[in-house]
């Protein structure tokens, strides 16, 4: 719930003028623009910012002793290196990771309203061909097949 704080004094008043509320929300609860990631992304994510951070922290250090001639540049500068390389895994693992939740769960199988209205379509075609009465059947045409088979032998040619 909103707590509320007064506003005693500010207008020369003691505030208490009878059926007027007073006094401002300090937290207003707003709609997140977008949704919430799913935890195995979110947990990929926080694990990358950590090893970013690590990482160029390292960098950062390595920088500076190399800059002061320390003995200490080198085996950080090998480690800044295998931090690049990890780093670059955990970015690369979210990425992997959000795109396999998304082929997984992120479908959501809601027809559009024109498949929704093709689907009424065909629904009511069906519904008027079983109420129609049945064609009488017709016989084969033409060049049709007659549905006899093996064809009859015996041609009449000597």
Excluded: H
Aim: with cysteine; net charge positive.
């Amino acid at each position: 719930m909103a707590k509320r704080y007064e506003n005693n004094g500010a207008d020369g008043g003691n505030g208490a003028e009878p059926g007027v509320q007073r006094g401002r929300v300090l937290w207003v609860d707003q709609l997140a623009g977008r949704r919430r990631m799913p935890d195995p992304v979110r947990t990929s994510a926080v694990r990358a910012v950590l090893i970013v951070a690590v990482t160029l922290t390292d960098a950062t250090i390595a920088f500076f002793l190399t800059v002061t001639g320390s003995w200490l540049a080198l085996p950080l500068s090998l480690c800044g290196i295998a931090g690049v390389v990890v780093a670059t895994w955990g970015v690369l693992d979210v990425l992997i990771t959000r795109q396999a939740w998304n082929q997984r769960y992120g479908v959501l199988s809601e027809p559009s309203s024109t498949a929704r209205g093709r689907r009424r379509e065909r629904r009511r075609a069906r519904r008027e061909a079983r109420s129609a009465p049945p064609l009488p059947p017709r016989a084969p045409g033409l060049g049709e097949a007659t549905g006899i088979w093996p064809p009859p032998t015996g041609t009449g040619r000597g």
